[in-house]
């Protein structure tokens, strides 16, 4: 997707990447991205940064983790929001979100993974065994985590190929399993020195607390601005800001996206939007949207909504909660990571009707006309929640359609028609 001078496939090769059919998912994803992307009309100046992110996705960034490595750093992928950021940096080492939002190399994942598993554990899978992601390559310690039982079954297979380390976390939220998962922070703090061979410290540990916590609250004034009518920011734009924040550099990337935020409250101040004014405005909720994932927004947007919300790991899952950054010792802090993480309401979690009302505070908020609750076919958890998520949110007065889907562009026709539909009920 570079179109930069700078040849990479040297790079590639070294990481063991199938170089022509990595060629193959660059040209697909970059010109998915400028027919995506670069076709949208008014778009922040700040987004030029995101761009060029996405210009050097396997290019630049890649380098960086290379050199980085070269010179004695470690690298950490993970694949849910429940892994705390924070330790990994707190231990010398760099965490990468290994994104899975595309179909990859089914037949080889089918040899696996049964048919009818969900198409993020399938493309997680497909990037592997297909070897065009250089994220993975380069992570020296994969971490994964007990949350559905797709993903827990896959990482076992994952961990055949790969050095993983699986966390085990709790499905419910009593004060017992806060202490349960505060333990398994503490099997994560000895696995993490070992891998980089330095100590977490409360002084390493206070300053990435700081720096993450920095990086949210970039977000969080991002996606704060969306609240204005005419927004100042498309769906699309915003949900990549999110899948980006996975993976980028975070001094650079939180000082970017501090960037955007200026300009965006300055749009809001003058009226300035990307969709005219009173455009139906849709929050999303549901299961993540990993990269390159934008087919529902597209989908919403194409249709003259404009998403202003995502209530999921790909959204406010990921940035709205800090963590305390006034604790003295290590003690205290990881009491406030294992209560910081276990308040993620994710739906592998009984009960979980913290996400409902977080959905009906978000729309509230967001002035939202409507909400499409979106599973990807075959996760089970998202899709029993969804009819508790849309019998509370249409009884609390906001509109609600239910969509499952997967990556595939075959039902893009069908869905289109529904969104239309639906954008045109709620206005
Ligand atoms: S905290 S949402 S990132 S587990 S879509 S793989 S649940 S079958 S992704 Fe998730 Fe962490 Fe929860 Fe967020 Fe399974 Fe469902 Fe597939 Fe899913």
Redesign the pocket.
């Known amino acids: 997707m570079s179109d930069t001078a700078v040849d990479y496939h040297q790079m590639w090769a070294d990481l063991g990447i199938d170089l022509p059919m990595h060629d193959a998912l660059l040209e697909a994803v970059g010109g998915m991205y400028g027919g995506t992307f670069m076709t949208q009309k008014n778009r922040p100046e700040g987004m030029g940064y995101l761009d060029f992110v996405m210009s050097e996705v396997h290019g630049l960034r890649i380098k960086e983790l290379d050199d980085f490595r070269k010179s004695g750093g470690k690298v950490v992928g993970t ?4 892994v705390p950021e924070e330790l990994i940096r707190a231990a010398g080492a760099w965490s990468v979100g290994i994104c899975a939002g595309a179909e990859w190399a089914y037949d080889q994942v089918e040899q696996i993974l049964p048919r009818n ?5 399938k493309s997680m899978m497909g990037f592997k065994l297909g070897k065009v992601c250089p994220y993975l390559e380069e992570a020296d310690l994969l971490i994964g ?1 007990t ?5 827990k079954k896959a990482y076992e297979e994952l961990g055949k190929m790969q050095n993983l380390y699986t966390m085990e976390l709790p499905q419910m939220k009593r004060p017992k399993d806060v202490a349960f998962w505060r333990s398994e922070l503490v099997d994560l703090v000895a696995k993490l020195e070992e891998l980089t061979g330095k100590k977490i410290t409360a002084e390493s540990l206070t300053a990435a607390i700081k720096e993450v916590n920095g990086k949210r609250r970039a977000l969080q004034r991002v996606n704060a601005a969306r609240a204005a009518d005419p927004a100042p920011i498309s769906g699309l734009d915003a949900l990549l800001a999110v899948q980006v924040a996975f993976y980028d550099d975070v001094p650079r990337f939180t000082q970017m996206m501090n960037a955007l935020a200026d300009e965006l409250e300055k749009r809001v101040a003058e009226g300035v939007g990307v969709a005219p004014k009173g455009a139906p405005r849709v929050l999303v909720t549901g ?2 949207m990993a990269l390159p994932n934008w087919k529902l927004h597209q989908i919403v947007e194409n249709a003259g909504g404009v998403v202003v919300g995502e209530e ?2 790909t959204g406010s ?1 990921y940035y709205e909660k800090l963590v305390k950054e006034d604790s003295a010792t290590l003690d205290e802090m990881l009491d406030d990571l294992a209560a910081k993480y276990l308040d ?1 309401n ?3 979690f009984t009960p979980n009707d913290g996400r409902i009302d977080d959905v009906i505070r978000m729309a509230k908020n967001l002035k939202a006309d409507g909400v499409i609750d979106y ?2 076919s ?5 899709q029993i929640e969804s009819a508790a998520v849309a019998k509370t949110v249409q009884d609390a007065g906001v509109p609600v359609l239910r969509i499952e889907t997967d990556y595939s562009a075959e039902d893009v026709g069908q869905l289109s028609t529904r969104v239309e539909a639906f954008l045109e009920m709620v206005k």
């Open positions: 694949y849910c929001l429940y598993t969900c198409a993020l554990i985590e949350t559905c039982d797709g993903k299961t993540p999921m790991c899952r993620i994710c739906a592998c599973a990807l075959f996760c089970g958890t998202y």
